[in-house]
């Protein structure tokens, strides 16, 4: 068996399949809570989790519509299965987004060949009494029927979400400042992963009115918007591209990897963790949430042609043991959303590297503990 296809698993069992989208519809469901524990802590502002808040929810329609998509697979040859990443993220992999947006733009004409959901359902009311059997095929139009109108309605998380700039105020005259935030599912990684940067803008047009210099801005943010690539490198290449925006602070956060006894396969001590916790079915699970900062420390002039100069950011880096150097960033955080079983487990085994990790313990009655 190669790498990729130990990697990349296929579910091929009804009931398995809808049990991961049942996990996955809690942990999206605690994610909108920690956000709002993070404000609650000054560590987001109100803006930040409007703009995460939005995000999250478009995850949570993604994988509704994934969920009615593969809503019999194993039943039928044709039904399709799902594809996710057992080894590294957990999480669908990137091509199966892919495959949805191809969907989303063919969705119209899907649904204008199908039968409307109420005459689905009447067609198998009539199966089952007139001629006794269970519609199963019926059942899975109507799954399909229920998918292309999740992507109709759009508001998704896709694998591109392209930025969009939200206006903070002036700071003082012709210097604007602006939020740019954008999101990507990585192909890398497997990952769903927002961007959020603050920019000043010296331009003459304000830049989401400035169809020159947008369109360059928005392209040159999704080309450099990979896992791979450090904070730095991002600022560092926005900056000296842009002679009139000025990047101050860019942040990017990783929602994930999920582990999970049931489905994942990673190393390592948060699998270990959760052997030992025995948790029952739904709580068997752990989310890593990583938050990576880069701010500008001072604001710089260089020489720009044979008259001018223009101004250049100064990044400031993590100064702990050469860390910042080697994470590219000013800070990074790391965070794990945990069910109290395993938490419980975490803290009787305290495996090395987790004395640092903020943990978020979430209930089934929706509260949110958090722990250093």
Do not use: C
Not at 311 to 326: S, W
């Amino acid at each position: 068996m190669t790498d990729a296809a130990y990697d990349h698993f296929q579910l091929e069992d009804t009931r398995v399949t809808r049990r991961y989208f049942g996990k996955f519809e809690k942990i999206i469901g605690h994610l909108g809570r920690v956000a709002a524990t993070l404000e609650a802590e000054n560590r987001l502002s109100k803006r930040d989790v409007e703009v995460m808040t939005r995000y999250i929810v478009g995850l949570n329609y993604t994988f509704q519509a994934l969920a009615h998509k593969y809503h019999f697979s194993g039943r039928f040859a044709h039904a399709g299965k799902l594809t996710f990443d057992r080894v590294e993220s957990g999480f669908p992999v990137h091509n199966e987004l892919l495959s949805m947006a191809n969907d989303a733009a063919q969705a119209d004409k899907h649904l204008a060949g199908m039968r409307s959901v109420e005459q689905l359902k009447q067609d198998m009311v009539r199966v089952i009494l007139n001629e006794q059997e269970i519609p199963t095929k019926l059942q899975y139009a109507l799954s399909q029927r229920l998918y292309y109108e999740e992507l109709q309605k759009g508001e998704l998380f896709w694998a591109r979400n392209d930025p969009t700039a939200v206006w903070l105020g002036n700071k003082q005259k012709m210097r604007r400042e602006f939020m740019v935030h954008w999101a990507v599912y990585d192909s890398m990684i497997n990952l769903p992963t927002i961007y959020m940067m603050e920019v000043e803008d010296t331009g003459r047009i304000g830049l989401p009115k400035d169809d020159r210099r947008w369109p360059e801005v928005q392209a040159h943010l999704m080309a450099q918007s990979l896992g791979g690539l450090k904070l730095l490198t991002i600022a560092k290449g926005f900056d000296e591209d842009f002679d009139d925006l000025h990047p101050k602070r860019l942040r990017r956060f990783h929602v994930g990897p999920m582990y999970s006894n049931a489905f994942t396969r990673q190393a390592g001590p948060l699998r270990e963790v959760l052997e030992l916790a025995r948790a029952p079915v739904g709580e068997d699970w752990a989310l890593v949430w990583t938050e990576e900062e880069l701010v500008s420390s001072e604001t710089r002039r260089e020489k720009s042609g044979w008259f001018g100069t223009v101004e250049r950011e100064t990044f400031a880096l993590d100064p702990f043991a050469g860390h910042g150097a080697e994470s590219g960033a000013t800070k990074v955080e790391r965070s794990i959303i945990l069910p109290q079983r395993p938490y419980q487990a975490l803290e009787e085994r305290k495996p090395a590297g987790f004395n640092d990790v903020r943990k978020f313990v979430v209930s089934p009655n929706g509260s949110v503990l958090s722990y250093k």
